[in-house]
């Protein structure tokens, strides 16, 4: 693949642009596997935490797939699955940020009534596994938003529902590019507010083995707006 050297402001955004532009013209096919995060940063000569938010950005216009121990994808533009929204200038304003995390609060909850529902054993276990890690790693800021992220997509899976994965796939990426955009919402870096959104997801988890849909829902309407009220007190702060 070509790459051009980048040197300016928002480097995150110029590597995606670049990359968009050889998926838009053709000269990344469909089916194609991008090289690792490590070689990119080294081609780009950027950091690590760079490439990733680039990546993050193209995950959420929808063309790349990014598998978990795979590496990255190049989706077809005419994809035949389900169209899902793309969000490449959400975070423009106030009002478009409220409008993403009112529509991550409607996915979600509506993910936990699901998941209590059709849950299997192994979804639970799965669940116990995320919020195990997610404790015995609290603290650190990174690992504490990746076992976060984790834990919605476990979450999402228990639905045994391909589309609401997907869907939650694209606001999640969206959601974090928004995070970044406003300079980082650090909850995982106060201990205080990490162990009160442990607790949160460990009643989300308890409602969904329970079979109880509508704690289920509850208890994630609770959490997505403590983490909404959050996100917006760091925006104000920083804005």
């Given at each position: 693949m070509e790459v051009t050297r980048i040197a300016q402001r928002k480097i995150y955004e110029q590597i995606a642009d670049q990359i968009k532009d050889q998926i838009v013209s053709g000269k990344l096919p469909p089916g194609h596997k991008l090289p690792s995060t490590r070689e990119l940063t080294e081609r780009y000569q950027v950091g690590r935490s760079t490439m990733r938010e680039a990546l993050s950005m193209l995950k959420a216009m929808g063309l790349i797939?990014?598998?978990?121990?795979?590496?990255?994808?190049v989706r077809s533009m005419d994809d035949p699955e389900v169209e899902v929204p793309r969000f490449e200038h959400l975070f423009t304003s106030m009002e478009a940020?409220?409008?993403?995390?009112?529509a991550r609060i409607s996915l979600e909850v509506a993910n936990a009534g699901l998941a209590a529902?059709?849950?299997t054993d192994v979804d639970v276990a799965a669940l116990e596994a995320v919020l195990s890690d997610m404790d015995s790693e609290r603290g650190t800021e990174t690992v504490g938003e990746k076992q976060d992220m984790r834990f919605h997509l476990t979450l999402?899976?228990?639905?045994?529902?391909?589309?609401?994965?997907?869907?939650?796939?694209?606001?999640?990426?969206?959601?974090?590019?928004?995070?970044?955009e406003t300079r980082r919402v650090r909850l995982y870096g106060?201990?205080?507010?990490?162990?009160?959104?442990?607790?949160?997801?460990?009643?989300?988890?308890?409602?969904?083995?329970?079979?109880d849909p509508e704690r289920a829902?509850?208890?994630?309407?609770?959490?997505?707006?403590?983490v909404e009220e959050e996100i917006m007190k760091s925006i104000r702060r920083k804005g």
């Amino acid at each position: 693949m070509e790459v051009t050297r980048i040197a300016q402001r928002k480097i995150y955004e110029q590597i995606a642009d670049q990359i968009k532009d050889q998926i838009v013209s053709g000269k990344l096919p469909p089916g194609h596997k991008l090289p690792s995060t490590r070689e990119l940063t080294e081609r780009y000569q950027v950091g690590r935490s760079t490439m990733r938010e680039a990546l993050s950005m193209l995950k959420a216009m929808g063309l790349i797939e990014i598998r978990q121990g795979e590496g990255c994808f190049v989706r077809s533009m005419d994809d035949p699955e389900v169209e899902v929204p793309r969000f490449e200038h959400l975070f423009t304003s106030m009002e478009a940020v409220v409008e993403l995390l009112e529509a991550r609060i409607s996915l979600e909850v509506a993910n936990a009534g699901l998941a209590a529902t059709k849950r299997t054993d192994v979804d639970v276990a799965a669940l116990e596994a995320v919020l195990s890690d997610m404790d015995s790693e609290r603290g650190t800021e990174t690992v504490g938003e990746k076992q976060d992220m984790r834990f919605h997509l476990t979450l999402a899976q228990a639905t045994h529902n391909s589309i609401m994965v997907k869907l939650l796939e694209t606001i999640s990426a969206q959601v974090e590019l928004t995070i970044r955009e406003t300079r980082r919402v650090r909850l995982y870096g106060n201990k205080a507010i990490a162990g009160q959104l442990w607790l949160e997801h460990k009643a989300i988890a308890d409602a969904v083995a329970a079979r109880d849909p509508e704690r289920a829902q509850a208890a994630m309407r609770r959490h997505l707006i403590h983490v909404e009220e959050e996100i917006m007190k760091s925006i104000r702060r920083k804005g």
